[in-house]
């Protein structure tokens, strides 16, 4: 790459960086103290008043679990595979099949059999969800409505809307989920928030 491409790959970086901490919802006092990096330096690189070096990215690349890559938007290598990291929470393994910070992810999400059925516990958030079913038999709640869906059939609907996803017969579930951010937020840092939007189900 010559030095002006160089120039224009690191004017980004701020951006990006912003974009993810509010993607992620973590504040700058939370990042300084999980990073060790002042909460004014952080503010200055966000807003590209401090040139980013490899001493300040490396805690961040550690802290929001992504390559370096990713928070420089350095050119691809060539390689064209996904370096697959799988993600668990609350008991359920997200798989993500998608690596750009921002806009809409791509994950597969494995629910794990259960001796025994769980009780629904909704939740909400503001975003857009798609799933289609790959294995198992997933159980769905949506607002007032209990669904049961087989291999192969798809669901979209409002997160806004208090949903619920488990195994409908407690054997094992695997999904592909497409959803913004704000719905990776909701599933895997749990930190839902009221909407009014409407939704549907395809």
Do not use: C
């Amino acid at each position: 790459m010559d030095r002006k491409t160089d120039d224009e790959v690191l004017d980004t970086v701020g951006r990006r960086l912003r974009a993810l901490r509010r993607d992620r919802g973590i504040t700058l006092a939370d990042l300084a103290a999980t990073t060790g990096v002042s909460e004014s330096t952080l503010s200055r690189l966000e807003t590209g008043q401090r040139r980013p070096s490899l001493e300040l990215l490396l805690p961040l690349a550690r802290t929001y679990d992504v390559p370096l890559d990713d928070l420089v938007g350095a050119p691809r290598t060539g390689d064209p595979r996904i370096h697959l990291k799988p993600i668990r929470r609350f008991g359920m393994t997200f798989v993500p099949v998608s690596r750009r910070p921002g806009g809409v992810h791509a994950f597969k999400m494995i629910i794990p059999a259960q001796p025994e059925p769980l009780e629904p516990t909704p939740q909400t958030h503001e975003g857009f969800e798609w799933l289609y079913v790959l294995n198992g038999r997933l159980r769905l709640v949506i607002g007032e409505r209990d669904l049961t869906l087989p291999p192969g059939e798809a669901a979209e609907f409002d997160t806004s809307l208090p949903h619920w996803l488990g195994s409908a017969d407690g054997g094992v579930v695997e999904l592909l989920i497409l959803f913004g951010l704000q719905g990776v937020r909701a599933h895997v840092r749990s930190d839902p928030h009221q909407s009014s939007q409407a939704g549907k189900r395809r």
